[in-house]
């Protein structure tokens, strides 16, 4: 049974930092690329960002480029300067990374870690 499960999630206040990691069991991370996803309130989930399992590239979306990291040596984001917009449930998924971070592109999901970020 493949499980993805995200940690780090938390209250911080704005301009502050996390780590979000997602450990998964089931399958080989080597198999598929990670991305990382976002739902706030009332909002559709939309993509944050996405390292390549081949060639270790990565994707962001432009409102968390130069504030967010996504790492697959152990599989985390980084977190930096926070904003109080950036208040979601975070996701980590296993599929395909490409620039559009499109959802249906990923077949594994995490159930989600909440993060709140306090103005």
């Known amino acids: 049974e493949v499980q993805l499960v995200e940690s780090g999630g938390g209250l911080v206040q704005a301009g502050g930092s996390l780590r979000l990691s997602c450990a998964a069991s089931?399958?080989?991370?080597?198999?598929?690329?990670i991305g990382w996803f976002r739902q706030a309130p009332g909002k559709e989930r939309e993509g944050v960002a996405c390292?390549?399992?081949?060639d270790g590239s990565t994707y962001y979306a432009d409102s968390v480029k130069g504030r967010f990291t996504i790492s697959s040596d152990t599989v985390y984001l980084q977190m930096n300067s926070l904003k109080p917009e950036d208040t979601a449930v975070y996701y980590c998924?296993?599929?395909?990374?490409?620039?559009?971070?499109?959802?249906?592109?990923?077949?594994?999901w995490g159930q989600g870690t909440q993060v709140t970020v306090s103005s």
């Open positions: 089931g399958f080989i991370f080597d198999d598929y690329d």
């Open positions: 998924a296993a599929g395909l990374c490409t620039s559009v971070l499109r959802l249906n592109e990923y077949e594994y």
């Open positions: 390292i390549s399992s081949s």
